[in-house]
């Protein structure tokens, strides 16, 4: 018996085979071509996503018979989307995109509701477009997007970040910003924001606070770079990504440092009063260490001071710390704007003297300036602190002169935040009067302030 002969049998049309993936290949007539606005070149190029032959081949019947039907005009050509076009398309719908990869990671309860969700948008749809199937069942991937490019996308999408700040200020927020990333990426890389894991996070943290107790920089330095790493994670994955970050959540570093600055010492005060007539810096800034012994004020509030912020001829005189033609706000605003009393005639003088402020300091880089004035004469009368330490001081005396803590906050211009039910009015609800007492009753405090710092 003759030996039965036998032909290989032919791979289908279009079916080919890459590594261990099939794959559906096929060239598009030139007259077709604009019917699929993904193609390159003049091939088609899909993945049927299976290694088992048996399945490829009933994937490639289902592909080849839509794209006969494109061609033929049986079904409108597929219209191009991106990854943003499937998001948007989900959060019309009311649900969260998630890729098919992460609906297949979920526990099965929550991966049955998700799915019931997403199958409610388009059950009634006769003839669901790619945009529409792609986003419920998560075909797009999600982009890669580094921690890098995030800070830039984050700027884009919070022009609050910036808003209301002078040129200059805003400047150096957003560098300050520029720096915290730049150390993220040198603990952990410039890495797509979606590779920001709880492990990831715990990482970060960890190094942070090693650099902390090795004293490389304060505790209250590696919160503020925990905070703006995180500010720009949680922004961009919510708009771009409908995703909640809370990896850095409540992180904390619970070392004992430095901690807030010192407060002046009596017996500094009256060294830096005996030192500044012959000090080498200008009056101007010489009246606003003077204003700042009396009043707790920052730098930054008394050089901005302009002509409608003065009032040496009021029944009580007093500084305006708040919006001017200079500063759309103080600080965050709020309880930060405040009227101060001027309790002393030597300080009420320095407002006769300056009516319209200080001009040599009323520009967008005048703190700065100041700064580099007053600096050389701290380093020298008061070695290891700055003005700043005026708050404080103030702030001291008023706890030890017994002031009641609703004035207290008042002339600091702190919130009252859960205090406020106790004491009944927010910071600005006092009047000149009851902070001019109680600013005279604390500068009268300070020989027991004194008295306290001798004991040590």
């Not at 605003?333 to 300091?361: A, M, Q």
């Not at 106790?422 to 001019?436: E, F, I, R, V, W």
Request: aromatic residues 8%; contains cysteine; hydrophobic residues 35%.
């Amino acid at each position: 018996m003759a030996p039965i002969k036998t032909a290989k049998a032919k791979r289908p049309k279009y079916l080919f085979l890459r590594g261990s993936t099939y794959y559906y290949v096929r060239n598009i007539p030139a007259r077709h071509r604009h019917r699929f606005p993904t193609i390159k070149g003049t091939q088609v190029w899909r993945s049927l996503e299976t290694q088992n032959y048996s399945d490829a081949v009933q994937r490639l019947e289902v592909v080849t018979k839509s794209d006969d039907a494109v061609m033929h005009g049986d079904i409108p050509p597929l219209k191009k989307h991106t990854f943003e076009d499937a998001v948007s398309y989900a959060d019309r719908n009311g649900y969260d995109y998630r890729s098919s990869g992460e609906l297949y990671l979920q526990e099965i309860a929550a991966s049955v509701r998700e799915m019931a969700t997403r199958l409610a948008t388009t059950q009634f749809l006769s003839n669901p477009s790619q945009l529409e199937v792609a986003a419920s069942a998560g075909a797009e991937q999600l982009p890669d997007v580094s921690i890098s490019k995030a800070t830039e996308r984050f700027l884009e999408i919070t022009p609050e970040y910036t808003h209301n700040l002078s040129d200059f200020d805003a400047d150096a927020k957003i560098k300050r910003l520029g720096r915290s990333i730049a150390d993220f990426i040198k603990r952990c890389g410039d890495i797509d924001i979606l590779s920001v894991t709880d492990r990831v996070a715990s990482e970060y943290h960890l190094s942070i606070k090693t650099d902390v107790t090795k004293k490389i920089f304060g505790s209250e330095h590696g919160i503020h770079l925990i905070a703006d790493v995180r500010k720009v994670l949680k922004a961009v994955l919510k708009a771009d990504y409908q995703r909640s970050f809370t990896a850095m959540d409540g992180m904390r570093i619970n070392i004992k440092d430095a901690g807030k600055r010192s407060a002046f010492l009596e017996s500094e005060v009256r060294k830096i009063i005996q030192e500044l007539p012959t000090a080498k810096m200008n009056d101007e800034a010489k009246a606003i260490i003077q204003l700042a012994l009396i009043t707790g004020c920052g730098p930054k509030e008394l050089c901005w001071l302009t002509s409608e912020d003065i009032h040496p001829h009021a029944k009580t005189p007093y500084i305006k710390i708040g919006p001017n033609s200079l500063r759309s706000f103080v600080k965050k605003g709020d309880d930060r704007h405040r009227d101060l009393p001027i309790v002393t005639p030597e300080g009420v003088e320095i407002l006769k003297r300056y009516p319209n402020g200080f001009p040599s300091f009323q520009n967008g880089r005048g703190p700065l300036q100041l700064n580099r004035q007053m600096s050389p004469f701290f380093t020298t009368v008061t070695p290891g602190k700055s003005l700043y330490c005026a708050r404080h001081r103030l702030d001291d005396l008023l706890k030890i002169s017994g002031v009641d803590l609703g004035i207290k906050a008042a002339i600091s211009g702190h919130s009252l935040g859960g205090h406020l039910h106790y004491y009944g009015k927010s910071g600005n609800g006092y009047t000149l009067k009851q902070k001019k007492e109680a600013i005279q009753k604390a500068l009268a405090a300070a020989s027991i302030k004194e008295e306290q710092e001798n004991e040590h």
